[in-house]
Protein backbone atom coordinates (compact mmCIF):
# COMPACT_ATOMS: atom_id res chain seq x y z
CA UNK A 1 0.00 0.00 0.00
CA UNK A 2 1.57 3.60 -0.75
CA UNK A 3 1.71 6.37 1.66
CA UNK A 4 -0.82 9.04 1.35
CA UNK A 5 0.48 12.44 -0.54
CA UNK A 6 0.39 14.88 2.48
CA UNK A 7 0.21 18.85 1.52
CA UNK A 8 1.31 21.21 4.19
CA UNK A 9 2.19 24.73 4.11
CA UNK A 10 0.94 28.47 5.33
CA UNK A 11 -2.27 29.23 5.24
CA UNK A 12 -3.34 30.62 2.08
CA UNK A 13 -1.10 28.45 -0.10
CA UNK A 14 -3.88 26.93 -1.27
CA UNK A 15 -3.65 23.03 0.33
CA UNK A 16 -7.13 22.84 0.78
CA UNK A 17 -8.29 23.76 -2.85
CA UNK A 18 -5.31 21.57 -4.40
CA UNK A 19 -5.88 18.07 -1.94
CA UNK A 20 -9.66 18.56 -3.73
CA UNK A 21 -8.38 19.09 -7.25
CA UNK A 22 -6.00 16.29 -6.58
CA UNK A 23 -8.49 13.87 -5.21
CA UNK A 24 -10.75 14.47 -7.83
CA UNK A 25 -7.80 14.70 -10.43
CA UNK A 26 -6.51 10.45 -8.89
CA UNK A 27 -9.83 9.27 -7.81
CA UNK A 28 -8.57 9.55 -4.45
CA UNK A 29 -10.21 10.43 -1.09
CA UNK A 30 -9.30 13.12 0.33
CA UNK A 31 -9.18 13.89 4.39
CA UNK A 32 -8.98 17.45 5.71
CA UNK A 33 -7.11 17.27 9.10
CA UNK A 34 -9.35 20.64 10.31
CA UNK A 35 -12.52 19.15 9.10
CA UNK A 36 -11.46 15.99 10.75
CA UNK A 37 -11.24 18.13 13.98
CA UNK A 38 -14.85 19.60 13.51
CA UNK A 39 -16.27 16.52 13.31
CA UNK A 40 -14.56 14.54 16.47
CA UNK A 41 -15.37 17.69 18.09
CA UNK A 42 -19.10 19.00 16.69
CA UNK A 43 -17.30 22.29 16.60
CA UNK A 44 -16.11 24.62 14.44
CA UNK A 45 -12.39 25.16 14.35
CA UNK A 46 -12.98 29.03 15.54
CA UNK A 47 -15.68 28.13 18.10
CA UNK A 48 -13.23 24.94 19.73
CA UNK A 49 -10.19 27.41 19.49
CA UNK A 50 -12.33 29.97 21.33
CA UNK A 51 -13.74 28.00 23.97
CA UNK A 52 -10.46 25.29 24.74
CA UNK A 53 -7.40 27.20 23.10
CA UNK A 54 -4.72 26.20 20.74
CA UNK A 55 -3.32 23.93 23.15
CA UNK A 56 -6.04 21.42 23.11
CA UNK A 57 -6.27 22.22 18.78
CA UNK A 58 -2.89 20.91 18.91
CA UNK A 59 -3.49 17.58 20.56
CA UNK A 60 -6.25 17.15 18.48
CA UNK A 61 -3.69 17.31 15.36
CA UNK A 62 -1.44 14.73 17.49
CA UNK A 63 -4.42 12.33 17.38
CA UNK A 64 -5.02 12.68 14.14
CA UNK A 65 -1.76 11.14 13.27
CA UNK A 66 -1.91 8.95 15.85
CA UNK A 67 -5.50 7.39 14.91
CA UNK A 68 -5.35 7.66 11.16
CA UNK A 69 -5.82 4.68 9.32
CA UNK A 70 -6.09 4.19 5.46
CA UNK A 71 -5.72 1.07 3.51
CA UNK A 72 -6.11 2.73 0.08
CA UNK A 73 -4.02 5.79 -1.41
CA UNK A 74 -5.56 9.03 0.02
CA UNK A 75 -4.63 12.84 0.19
CA UNK A 76 -4.23 14.94 3.28
CA UNK A 77 -5.03 18.56 3.45
CA UNK A 78 -3.34 20.05 7.11
CA UNK A 79 -3.89 22.90 9.18
CA UNK A 80 -0.80 25.71 8.49
CA UNK A 81 0.73 24.51 12.31
CA UNK A 82 -0.18 20.90 11.95
CA UNK A 83 3.73 19.83 11.34
CA UNK A 84 5.06 22.16 13.93
CA UNK A 85 5.01 19.69 16.86
CA UNK A 86 7.30 16.61 17.03
CA UNK A 87 4.62 14.06 16.59
CA UNK A 88 3.14 15.46 13.84
CA UNK A 89 6.53 16.19 11.90
CA UNK A 90 7.53 12.65 12.51
CA UNK A 91 3.76 11.16 11.72
CA UNK A 92 4.60 13.62 8.26
CA UNK A 93 7.93 12.60 7.64
CA UNK A 94 7.42 8.45 8.37
CA UNK A 95 4.10 7.74 7.14
CA UNK A 96 3.38 10.18 4.17
CA UNK A 97 4.17 11.66 0.92
CA UNK A 98 4.82 15.39 2.35
CA UNK A 99 4.48 18.21 -0.07
CA UNK A 100 5.73 21.67 1.13
CA UNK A 101 3.25 24.23 -0.71
CA UNK A 102 6.20 27.58 -0.78
CA UNK A 103 4.08 30.44 -1.01
CA UNK A 104 5.14 34.52 -0.42
CA UNK A 105 3.71 35.60 3.42
CA UNK A 106 2.02 38.70 1.31
CA UNK A 107 0.62 36.37 -0.96
CA UNK A 108 -0.95 33.58 1.39
CA UNK A 109 -2.47 36.92 3.15
CA UNK A 110 -3.52 37.82 -0.12
CA UNK A 111 -5.51 34.77 -0.61
CA UNK A 112 -6.85 34.22 2.79
CA UNK A 113 -8.32 38.03 2.76
CA UNK A 114 -10.08 37.01 -0.43
CA UNK A 115 -11.14 33.87 1.37
CA UNK A 116 -12.36 35.34 5.02
CA UNK A 117 -15.02 38.01 2.74
CA UNK A 118 -16.59 34.43 1.40
CA UNK A 119 -16.15 32.75 4.97
CA UNK A 120 -15.83 35.48 7.65
CA UNK A 121 -14.98 34.16 10.61
CA UNK A 122 -13.31 30.45 9.71
CA UNK A 123 -9.69 31.56 10.43
CA UNK A 124 -9.32 32.25 14.40
CA UNK A 125 -6.02 33.24 14.08
CA UNK A 126 -7.09 36.55 12.27
CA UNK A 127 -9.41 37.58 14.36
CA UNK A 128 -9.62 41.36 14.97
CA UNK A 129 -6.69 42.44 13.19
CA UNK A 130 -6.09 45.15 11.03
CA UNK A 131 -4.19 44.18 7.63
CA UNK A 132 -0.78 45.98 8.94
CA UNK A 133 -1.23 43.66 11.84
CA UNK A 134 -2.35 40.90 9.45
CA UNK A 135 0.84 41.45 7.26
CA UNK A 136 3.03 41.62 10.76
CA UNK A 137 1.58 38.53 11.87
CA UNK A 138 1.88 36.29 8.00
CA UNK A 139 5.60 37.75 8.08
CA UNK A 140 6.53 36.18 11.47
CA UNK A 141 4.01 32.70 11.00
CA UNK A 142 6.23 32.47 7.40
CA UNK A 143 9.74 32.71 9.61
CA UNK A 144 8.80 30.54 12.27
CA UNK A 145 7.80 27.81 9.85
CA UNK A 146 10.10 27.86 6.95
CA UNK A 147 12.91 26.27 8.49
CA UNK A 148 10.12 23.15 9.71
CA UNK A 149 8.37 23.74 5.88
CA UNK A 150 11.54 23.14 4.39
CA UNK A 151 12.40 19.81 5.88
CA UNK A 152 9.88 17.77 3.68
CA UNK A 153 11.46 16.17 0.64
CA UNK A 154 8.92 17.13 -1.91
CA UNK A 155 7.96 21.23 -1.95
CA UNK A 156 6.21 23.07 -5.02
CA UNK A 157 6.12 26.80 -5.59
CA UNK A 158 2.67 28.11 -5.01
CA UNK A 159 3.31 32.21 -5.71
CA UNK A 160 1.50 31.12 -9.11
CA UNK A 161 -2.13 30.06 -10.53
CA UNK A 162 -3.67 27.16 -8.24
CA UNK A 163 -3.27 25.35 -12.21
CA UNK A 164 0.16 25.61 -12.35
CA UNK A 165 0.41 24.44 -8.84
CA UNK A 166 -1.79 20.91 -9.63
CA UNK A 167 0.35 20.65 -12.49
CA UNK A 168 3.52 20.61 -10.82
CA UNK A 169 1.49 18.19 -7.59
CA UNK A 170 0.33 15.86 -10.52
CA UNK A 171 3.99 15.06 -11.59
CA UNK A 172 5.00 15.04 -7.71
CA UNK A 173 2.29 12.46 -6.78
CA UNK A 174 3.14 9.93 -9.60
CA UNK A 175 7.04 9.95 -8.30
CA UNK A 176 5.86 9.42 -5.11
CA UNK A 177 3.82 6.50 -5.58
CA UNK A 178 6.64 4.75 -7.38
CA UNK A 179 8.91 5.27 -4.07
Known sequence: MSKP???????????????????????????????????HTGSTIANFVLNHGWDKFRELEALFSEEFV?????????????????????????????IYLRVRPELALERVLKDEQQTPGKRPMMKNKTETELSQFFQKLYLERKETYEQFPFSVE?????????????????IAQIK
Open 158 to 174: ANRSLDEVFRDLIEIAA
Open 5 to 39: LCLVGMMGSGKTHLALQLGKHLHWPVIDTDAWIEH
Open 70 to 98: YKQPCIISTGGGFPMQETTFQWLVGSCHT
